[in-house]
């Protein structure tokens, strides 16, 4: 069975930090595009960042620049996310994604083939 398991989500304050974490099983993911989305109950999901397959090329939503750092482990078929300056609009469920196709556009959710199951933020005092 092929799954992507996201981990690393709660409650935070203000300010705080958290590294999610996202797994893949069932497959390869290393040549993978790779993604975070996040989504506010009753909105739309939103592009929050995206790796190539290498990890060389790295895209982020304007929003999230310069708080949020995306990596990966192809080694370990592990993608992360680390939050800084956490704030209270960046509470949403968070998802992974990957995109097996030939052609890749990072910020569009219709390019990405493989979900996880979302891991709630939530940032609060």
């Known amino acids: 069975q092929v799954q992507l398991v996201e981990s690393g989500g709660g409650l935070v304050p203000p300010g705080g930090s958290l590294k999610l974490a996202c797994v893949g099983s069932g497959r390869t993911f290393k040549y993978d595009a790779m993604g975070w989305f996040r989504q506010i109950l009753g909105k739309e999901r939103e592009f929050v960042a995206a790796i190539s397959w290498s990890g060389g090329s790295k895209y982020y939503a304007e929003s999230v620049e310069d708080r949020f750092t995306i990596s990966r482990d192809n080694s370990k078929e592990t993608l992360y996310l680390q939050m800084d300056s956490l704030r209270p609009e960046d509470t949403a469920v968070y998802y992974c994604?990957?995109?097996?196709?030939?052609?890749?556009?990072?910020?569009?959710?219709?390019?990405?083939?493989?979900w996880g199951q979302g891991t709630q933020v939530t940032v609060s005092s």
């Open positions: 994604a990957a995109d097996s196709g030939s052609r890749w556009d990072p910020e569009n959710s219709d390019d990405y083939n493989y």
